[in-house]
């Protein structure tokens, strides 16, 4: 059976050349992320065509995703690059400040100082420092050092608990919204969202320059947490990022929140990415930590729709291994994932007809143990419905849209075939039973489950179910 879980692999300087990035995705990447945090625009798009182009020439399609930096907040720059903070000094985070030294540094998110009070803990790089909020004085915010270390240029800062009012949306990523929608990405990835309206913004700038691409929200902010359901509910899919997560509602906190967010999105029909330091050690070794392992095998075992690479194929000395032992993972985690039919779905009531197929198809092939479910669809909405579940079978997805077929590339479980289609049901029937057979994914005499639409070619229309032999239209 072919991988389930899907892979996410942040291009960068590593992985940019047309051969590099050829090798990781042969490797198994499904969904290249471009960084809005780095690089200009320039860069981006020629990352995209490049990627578009390496996916064409290994015959197969690849989700975009471009990532939104977002409300970045950051310290500012230090005469000599970098500090080292004593725990017990003063330090002052000061919005006038040009150059900081060590009893200083300036705000490049200047309105900091009305986000804070007296009693207010601010984390800085990740964690690592963190500093006590004493006062408050005009553009001045006082502090004092409770855990120190070095503290280098333009690090960025975190409230405990949350509770800063920067908006999702910043001018930048104004600016880069217009750039997905020109490079058509797949997926638009918002950072920071604190609410419904974050994503509802989002998604009208998008459409209002033409982007067509599904919004996933990136979930790392503690306000985020508090509006989970109406933040799923505005979003095609959720990012658990638990780096800047974890530092707004502490570390210990996270798995479970991950394996909460994970259910909340399946439960909806929504899309997740799992991310942050999941292969971090591979940035500079060629094999990961058992603890790494661990962490990826354990977010396929969540149901994660994908996992996710960041520096370690955007920066990382070995993008490909990284990829490769990413790939592996998954593999033998998926092995012992519980095929099974949750009560939920077996006493849900349905108002849609393709989505009451859908269902259908999925009890039908999870009792006659049938090799695969073959979908024939236009938008890609019955594969998802049927990717939420763990029937022990791939599904495959036939489409004549490359639009849908680049989408679907993120869907745990779904494996996407180009199938031209016409108004003749009975061609096109046999027409995916021969691209099954020809790519090797079933054999004759194998029983497969398919779903299509009639009259053909209309989106939404899924209302037929066929299980069929293969290979017996020949007899």
């Given amino acids: 059976m072919p991988r389930a879980t899907k892979i996410v692999a942040t291009l960068g300087p590593a992985c940019s050349s047309p051969d590099v990035l050829a090798r990781i995705l042969a490797a198994g990447v499904d969904v290249v992320r471009l960084n809005f945090s780095h690089g200009h625009a320039a860069d981006h798009i020629d990352r995209a065509r490049l990627a578009r182009e390496a996916a064409s020439k290994l015959g197969r399609e690849v989700a975009i995703m471009a990532d939104l930096q977002g409300p970045k907040i950051r310290i500012g720059k230090f005469a000599e690059g970098k500090v080292i903070l004593e725990p017990g ?3 002052v985070l000061d919005a006038e400040c040009e150059l900081g030294d060590a009893q200083r540094v300036g705000l490049d998110y200047k309105e900091l100082v009305r986000d804070v009070a007296p009693g207010a803990v601010l984390l800085l790089d990740d964690g690592l420092i963190k500093l006590i909020v004493e006062a408050v004085e005009g553009p001045r915010i006082h502090t004092r050092v409770v855990l120190g270390g070095a503290l280098s240029n333009n690090k960025g800062i975190n409230r405990q608990g949350g509770g800063l009012s920067a908006p999702a949306l910043t001018s930048k990523d104004m600016e880069d919204v217009k750039v997905a929608a020109q490079i058509d990405a797949d997926y638009l990835a918002v950072s920071f969202p604190k609410n419904k309206e974050d994503m509802y913004m989002a998604r009208q700038l998008l459409r209002a320059n033409g982007g067509r691409a599904l919004l996933i929200a990136k979930i790392e902010r503690a306000e985020a947490i508090v509006a989970l359901d109406e933040i799923i509910d505005a979003s095609d899919g959720i990012m658990v990022a638990r780096g800047d997560l974890a530092v707004e509602v502490g570390t210990a906190a996270v798995p479970g929140l991950q ?3 994970i259910r909340m999105a399946l439960a909806r029909n929504k899309l997740t990415i799992t991310a942050t330091q999941m292969m971090e050690s591979m940035i500079h070794a060629p ?23 960041s520096a370690e194929t955007a920066t990382g000395k070995y993008p490909v291994e990284t990829v490769e032992t990413m790939a592996q993972i998954c593999v033998e985690a998926e092995k012992s994932d519980t095929v099974e039919l949750h ?3 077996l006493n849900q009531t349905f108002t849609r007809i393709d989505q009451s197929v859908a ?4 009890f039908t092939a999870f009792h006659l143990k049938v090799r695969a479910i073959a979908s024939l669809t236009q938008s890609g909405s019955t594969a998802l419905w049927m990717s939420r579940h763990s029937i022990g079978c791939p599904i495959y997805a036939l489409t004549p849209e490359t639009g849908a077929q680049r989408k679907m590339a993120l869907y745990r479980n779904v494996h996407t075939l180009f199938l031209e289609q016409s108004a003749d049901r009975d061609a096109v029937l046999l027409a995916a039973e021969d691209l099954l057979l020809a790519r090797g994914q079933v054999q004759l ?11 053909m070619g209309k989106s939404g229309g899924t209302n037929t179910m066929k299980i069929v032999k293969v290979g017996e239209h020949r007899s």
């Fill in 359 to 362: 269902m259908a198809a999925l």
């Fill in 259 to 261: 394996k909460r967010m």
């Fill in 343 to 345: 009560s939920e779905m």
């Fill in 445 to 455: 005499g194998d029983l497969i489950v398919l779903t299509i639409g009639e009259p």
């Fill in 287 to 309: 094999v990961p930590t058992r603890a790494e392992v661990s962490d990826v095998a354990n977010a396929v075992l969540d149901g994660t729709d994908a996992v996710m690479l």
């Fill in 89 to 91: 000094q003063t330090f």
